[in-house]
DNA sequence: ACCTTACGATTACGTTTGTAATCTGAACGG
DNA sequence: CCGTTCAGATTACAAACGTAATCGTAAGGT
């Protein structure tokens, strides 16, 4: 029954959520809670999966502490227990730490030279500086 | 050249590197070609290694098509056959891609929000971004 | 009271990753 | 020549991951 949330515990989302985690996590960031085969709708055919697989993504999902359940009649509602926003911002910032030395300048040369930046970005990046800069 | 890079082939670097693996890359980024006793100099005590794990590394990464190996007397030296540069690229869009759905400017926003932003990175932003209109 | 069925739980199994120990063969010291 | 030593190669093995089949059980229909 869900009360725990890890081994070493430390909280939601402590332990890593891998590629395929994410998936079902996206589906349930999306609208939460959902049953697993509300999830496995969602995400099933896009991913090639069967239930079966989207069951065990859950199950570890909550042993990591990512999800949470709610009993209803016969089966679980999932909700997730981080939001979305936290994790991208912690996977953002794991990323520049790795390879940018928690530097955030050198990845946007990158993606400025990789092309990765669309006009509407570089409007969008701009007007984030000057409400910054207030 | 460059025949065989791999069973799939598909150029060098089309095969994930792990974090571990990583740390030797960032080695031999640094300085190379290099020995696997080098290699380990550089990383064994920081990680916590001994020399066999950077050997596996270094063989994996090899079987990887990520380095370059040439023979020197009785043992190797290995030279990355991906530039760092490439690597962080790839990576970068990958994450953008993951999670921000390929648009840079949320990315931007939530690096800024949870302060990963320095002085210097956001006067260096700038300025790229005044180059980039150029 | 059954039988089916629809759940979660348990088990499975190959691959990748982290972290090594051991084996094998060649070079070097004596 | 012969043993020690130092390479790379082979093997090891547990944890995480991707992907699922099977088990057990409780709810619902009849």
Redo the contacts between chains.
């Keep these: 029954m869900a009360a725990n949330v890890g081994p070493g515990s430390g909280g939601a989302g402590t332990e890593r959520i891998s590629e395929a985690e ?1 998936a079902v996590m996206e589906a349930l960031w999306l609208t939460s809670p959902q049953t697993a085969a509300e999830v496995c709708d969602a995400v099933c055919t896009q991913r090639g999966w069967s239930i079966p697989t989207v069951k065990t993504l859950l199950s570890r999902l909550v042993a990591k502490g990512a999800l949470a359940t709610k009993p209803d009649g016969r089966r679980f509602l999932y909700t997730p227990r981080i939001a979305r ?1 936290d994790y ?2 912690t ?3 794991r ?2 730490e ?3 030395g ?4 050198p ?8 092309e ?3 006009a ?3 409007s ?3 007007r ?2 000057q409400e ?1 800069k207030k």
């Design positions: 994410l926003h991208v911002g996977e953002s910032k990323l520049v790795r390879l940018f928690g530097r955030a300048a990845l946007f040369a990158h993606l400025a030279e990789s990765a930046l669309t509407d970005d570089i969008e990046i701009e984030l500086l910054m």
